[in-house]
Each structure stands twice: as structure tokens, then as C-alpha cells.
């Protein structure tokens, strides 16, 4: 039987996302929100609200007993983490289950197996996805980082065993950098994610990113809803995703979809998630790399081209239901891009550009769509995430869709003193000859960044 209320922990977009589809099940909402969130679109939409902290995050959105208790005393069923923030958090979803509250996502103990990326390689190395030559377990420190990189060679990358994100990883290209590079990513994933261990792999240089939607009941069914391409970014950061992934062969999308499902079927997923690869297109192999255990933040353009709500999909399923469909029943049709509109000034170095915002222009028109929690008058606090609004467009094709997304672009106008958003800088970057021909790969932003300093965004 579907909730009857669902506590929504999280801000920005993906919170009033979330609020707009319990609306559309009769699911009434709870927003837990920070006091520099207290007049957001979420919570203004919302039923009802609860403040679960001051500003910084630390003390609000990732303070576990504040957001349960806010669950709790306001009778929700069941929590939805959004992305960020807790929504891969093992604790959390333990302490959730422990107090009778659902958390919609995977089980804590198949989370905490998928998070731990060294263990994840070896339960995807278990059900046969390929994976670049690399540490099996987490590294026991720097001479043991420099013994294996001499296996494998260089050049390789530094990953945080609890990271995610784009956080925590550092590529080495030589072995003299290795130990000040094992030291300096172990600082800072001791500092972002409380866990210092680091795992290996070898880098490929160029690369694209594809990624694998899933989705699994309780009941060990599960599908895959075709692949996005993430590969335009900077610093491991995605800027703009699209689905299906170009230049990419249908058939090996769909055997390699067919072992994603195989495999977090096997660790006992449930839920939305996302099994990503890196794909090396001179060879036509893919790679995993890691799963994210949650909704992600390109999930529309899945939803675009299969007209699947993934956030109902999620409530259905953290609510006992079935899939209620197979692999066969699901289709996609026609070509879907999003691009991240962050306030930052890409001609600095992607700079935060925090403000108050007086003016505010967002595309419309047919296919287009915008997830935004942004206003005239609405201040961007320096607190949390600099994303403002993804805009999604849809297309026959993906000719049509990059069309339409520059025209998307082009009347997106956020104005406010000290404000700069990276609408110019996405613009260029869909008019690359590399990206049209779906020949990038993720070193395209750094291509433009030389150019693009003397650009205004």
C-alpha cells in the first residue's frame, strides 16, 4: 500500500522535485530544512515543514537525529534522501529502519557493501563486469599504492574507498608524484567523507562516461532503463548528460544493462540506482566503476525518453509494490539532454557565485523542461551546492535536441550583483565539433577552459 506521508530530506530542486510527485500520488510531505531554507520553494509547497538545523549542513541536512525525530514526531511513513547528503549514508538508512521509518532507497547493509568501492569492485569483479586493472581491496598505505602501480602502470588514479560525487580521487601520472598524491587524497577524504582508505586503478585518458539506470523491486526483479552519457566535465564534476549515450552501440548497451541488473540484483538491490562505466571507445570496452546507490541528478533524461517518473517509481517500490513490468516492456524513443546551470563563473575557474538574485528569465516551450527551485528575489546561500536549475530538452533526435537546448540556453537570464551562472560556457560546449560528432570525452571541458577565460558566462 502506497504512504500516506513522506518526510523529504533534502533542498533545492531535487527536494521540490520530490514534494511534486507525492502531490500527484495524494502523498502528503513533510520538508526537513535548514534555517537558511526556511522560505524555499520546497517548504512553501509542502504540507507541512520542520527545521532541523541551522544553516551549515553538517548541523541540518546531515544531522541524522534531527531529521528522524522531524520524521518521527510529524507521523511520516517513510523518508526520501534525494541525492547528496544522506542519501548514501548506511547509517542513516539503519537508524530509519530502526525507528520503523522506510527509507527509500537500498538496505543499509547492501548500501554500505555498494559505497565501499573496493568491496563493490570485487562483488562486480564477482558477477563478471569488467574492471580496469586495479587494487582489490583498499591500499594499506603508500609503499603498498607504489608496489601495485608498478603491476599496473600509469598513468592511475586515486580513489577514495567512500567517495562519490566526483570527490576524493586524484589521477597520477608519474611515480615520483605517487606518495605526496596517496597523502593529499587521503587528507581529503578524510575530511569529506570521514574515511580515509584509498583503492587504484589504472586511468584511461580518454574516456567517456556511461552510466546504466536500474531498478529493482523487493521481490528480486529488476530492469535497466537504457544508458546516459555524463562525459562533458570538469574536475570529475558533470556538466551536461544525455540519453541514449551517442556513438554508443544499442547492443552492447543492452548486454552491458543485462549484467548491471544481474549484478545489483545479486547484492540485494532495491530501488533506483545507477551502475556506472567508464567506456573506452578505441577499443569498444567498457569498465565498471562504481554504483550510486540513489536517485541521480541526471535521472531526467532517463525519464524523458522512457516516460518513466523515477521518484514514483522509487515510492512504489520502498512501498512493497512490484515492478509490475519486464525488461520488454520498457522503451525509449527519441533523444534527451540536461545541462547543469551552476552559479559559477567558468572564466574563474568555476568560482561560486553566491547572491541575491533580482532577475530571472527560464526557457519554456515545447519539450523543455526545467527542474528549479530558483526565483527573483531568492538569495543563493554559499552553504551548500552551487546547482540552480537543470534544464532537460527532448528532440527526435539528437541534431533536434542539441538544437533545442542551445535555444533553451540562450533564454535562460539569472541577474543579481556578483551572480554568474555557466549557461555560456554550456553553450559552447554543445557547439564543440567534438560533442556534435559524439566524439568527446570527459578532457573536453578542460579543452575549453583556455578559451573560455576570456568568455563571459
Given at each position: 500500500?502506497?504512504?500516506?506521508?513522506?518526510?523529504v530530506?533534502?533542498?533545492?530542486e531535487?527536494?521540490?522535485r520530490?514534494?511534486?510527485?507525492?502531490?500527484?500520488?495524494?502523498?502528503?510531505?513533510?520538508?526537513?530544512?535548514?534555517?537558511?531554507?526556511r522560505?524555499?520553494?520546497?517548504?512553501?509547497?509542502?504540507?507541512?515543514?520542520?527545521?532541523?538545523?541551522?544553516?551549515?549542513?553538517?548541523?541540518?541536512?546531515?544531522n541524522?537525529?534531527?531529521?528522524?525525530?522531524?520524521?518521527r514526531?510529524?507521523?511520516?511513513e517513510?523518508i526520501?534522501?534525494?541525492?547528496?547528503?544522506?542519501?548514501?549514508?548506511?547509517?542513516?538508512?539503519?537508524?530509519?529502519?530502526?525507528?520503523?521509518?522506510?527509507?527509500?532507497?537500498?538496505?543499509?547493509?547492501?548500501?554500505?557493501?555498494?559505497g565501499?568501492?573496493?568491496?563493490?569492485?570485487?562483488?562486480?569483479?564477482?558477477?563478471?563486469?569488467?574492471?580496469?586493472?586495479?587494487?582489490r581491496?583498499?591500499?594499506d598505505?603508500?609503499d603498498?599504492?607504489?608496489?601495485?602501480?608498478?603491476?599496473?602502470?600509469?598513468?592511475?588514479?586515486?580513489?577514495?574507498?567512500?567517495?562519490?560525487?566526483?570527490?576524493?580521487?586524484?589521477?597520477?601520472?608519474?611515480r615520483?608524484?605517487?606518495?605526496a598524491?596517496?597523502?593529499?587524497?587521503?587528507?581529503a577524504?578524510?575530511?569529506?567523507?570521514?574515511?580515509?582508505?584509498?583503492?587504484?586503478?589504472?586511468?584511461?585518458?580518454?574516456?567517456?562516461?556511461?552510466?546504466?539506470?536500474v531498478l529493482?523491486?523487493?521481490?528480486?526483479?529488476?530492469?535497466?532503463?537504457?544508458?546516459?552519457?555524463?562525459?562533458?566535465?570538469?574536475?570529475?564534476?558533470?556538466?551536461?548528460?544525455?540519453?541514449?549515450?551517442?556513438?554508443?552501440?544499442?547492443?552492447?548497451?543492452?548486454?552491458?544493462?543485462?549484467?548491471?541488473?544481474?549484478?545489483?540484483?545479486?547484492?540485494?538491490y532495491?530501488?533506483?540506482g545507477?551502475?556506472?562505466?567508464?567506456?573506452?571507445?578505441?577499443?569498444?570496452?567498457?569498465?565498471?566503476?562504481?554504483?550510486?546507490?540513489?536517485?541521480?541528478?541526471?535521472?531526467?533524461?532517463?525519464?524523458?525518453?522512457?516516460?518513466?517518473?523515477?521518484?514514483?517509481?522509487?515510492?512504489?517500490?520502498?512501498?512493497?509494490?512490484?515492478?509490475?513490468?519486464?525488461?520488454?516492456?520498457?522503451?525509449?524513443?527519441?533523444?534527451a539532454?540536461?545541462?547543469r546551470?551552476n552559479?559559477?563563473?567558468?572564466?574563474?575557474?568555476?568560482?561560486?557565485?553566491?547572491g541575491?538574485?533580482?532577475?530571472?528569465?527560464?526557457?519554456?516551450?515545447?519539450?523543455?523542461?526545467?527542474?528549479?527551485?530558483?526565483?527573483?528575489?531568492?538569495?543563493?546561500?554559499?552553504?551548500?551546492?552551487?546547482?540552480l536549475?537543470?534544464?532537460?530538452?527532448?528532440?527526435?533526435?539528437?541534431?533536434?535536441?542539441?538544437?533545442?537546448?542551445?535555444?533553451?540556453?540562450?533564454e535562460?537570464?539569472?541577474?543579481?550583483?556578483?551572480?554568474?551562472?555557466?549557461a555560456?560556457?554550456?553553450?559552447?560546449?554543445?557547439?564543440?565539433?567534438?560533442?556534435?560528432?559524439?566524439?568527446?570525452?570527459?578532457?573536453?571541458?578542460?579543452?575549453?577552459?583556455?578559451?573560455?577565460?576570456?568568455?563571459?558566462?
Amino acid at each position: 500500500m502506497m504512504f500516506t506521508s513522506v518526510l523529504v530530506a533534502n533542498r533545492g530542486e531535487i527536494a521540490l522535485r520530490v514534494v511534486r510527485t507525492c502531490r500527484e500520488l495524494g502523498i502528503r510531505t513533510i520538508v526537513a530544512h535548514s534555517a537558511a531554507d526556511r522560505d524555499s520553494a520546497a517548504v512553501r509547497l509542502a504540507d507541512e515543514s520542520v527545521q532541523v538545523g541551522p544553516g551549515p549542513a553538517k548541523r541540518s541536512y546531515l544531522n541524522i537525529p534531527a531529521v528522524v525525530e522531524a520524521a518521527r514526531t510529524r507521523g511520516a511513513e517513510a523518508i526520501h534522501p534525494g541525492y547528496g547528503f544522506l542519501s548514501e549514508n548506511p547509517e542513516f538508512a539503519e537508524v530509519c529502519e530502526d525507528e520503523g521509518i522506510v527509507f527509500i532507497g537500498p538496505p543499509a547493509d547492501v548500501m554500505a557493501r555498494l559505497g565501499d568501492k573496493a568491496v563493490a569492485r570485487g562483488i562486480m569483479r564477482d558477477a563478471g563486469l569488467p574492471l580496469l586493472p586495479g587494487s582489490r581491496d583498499a591500499l594499506d598505505g603508500p609503499d603498498a599504492a607504489l608496489a601495485l602501480a608498478g603491476d599496473i602502470g600509469y598513468p592511475l588514479i586515486l580513489k577514495a574507498v567512500a567517495g562519490g560525487g566526483g570527490r576524493g580521487m586524484r589521477v597520477v601520472h608519474d611515480r615520483a608524484d605517487l606518495p605526496a598524491a596517496y597523502a593529499e587524497t587521503r587528507a581529503a577524504a578524510l575530511a569529506v567523507f570521514g574515511d580515509g582508505r584509498l583503492y587504484l586503478e589504472r586511468y584511461l585518458e580518454s574516456a567517456r562516461h556511461v552510466e546504466i539506470q536500474v531498478l529493482c523491486d523487493s521481490y528480486g526483479n529488476g530492469v535497466h532503463l537504457g544508458a546516459r552519457d555524463c562525459s562533458l566535465q570538469r574536475r570529475h564534476q558533470k556538466l551536461v548528460e544525455e540519453s541514449p549515450a551517442p556513438g554508443v552501440d544499442p547492443d552492447g548497451v543492452a548486454e552491458l544493462g543485462e549484467a548491471a541488473v544481474r549484478a545489483v540484483l545479486a547484492a540485494g538491490y532495491v530501488g533506483a540506482g545507477t551502475v556506472e562505466f567508464l567506456y573506452d571507445p578505441a577499443r569498444g570496452a567498457y569498465y565498471f566503476m562504481e554504483v550510486n546507490c540513489r536517485l541521480q541528478v541526471e535521472h531526467p533524461v532517463t525519464e524523458m525518453v522512457t516516460g518513466l517518473d523515477l521518484v514514483a517509481e522509487q515510492l512504489r517500490v520502498a512501498a512493497g509494490e512490484e515492478l509490475g513490468y519486464t525488461q520488454s516492456a520498457v522503451t525509449a524513443r527519441g533523444v534527451a539532454i540536461e545541462c547543469r546551470v551552476n552559479a559559477e563563473d567558468p572564466t574563474r575557474d568555476f568560482r561560486p557565485t553566491p547572491g541575491l538574485v533580482t532577475e530571472l528569465d527560464l526557457p519554456g516551450g515545447p519539450f523543455v523542461r526545467v527542474d528549479t527551485h530558483l526565483r527573483a528575489g531568492y538569495r543563493i546561500p554559499p552553504l551548500y551546492d552551487s546547482l540552480l536549475a537543470k534544464v532537460v530538452v527532448w528532440a527526435p533526435d539528437r541534431d533536434g535536441a542539441i538544437a533545442r537546448m542551445r535555444r533553451a540556453l540562450a533564454e535562460t537570464r539569472v541577474v543579481g550583483a556578483g551572480v554568474a551562472t555557466t549557461a555560456g560556457f554550456l553553450a559552447d560546449a554543445l557547439d564543440h565539433p567534438r560533442f556534435r560528432a559524439a566524439e568527446h570525452d570527459t578532457s573536453l571541458a578542460a579543452t575549453l577552459l583556455a578559451p573560455a577565460e576570456s568568455r563571459v558566462a
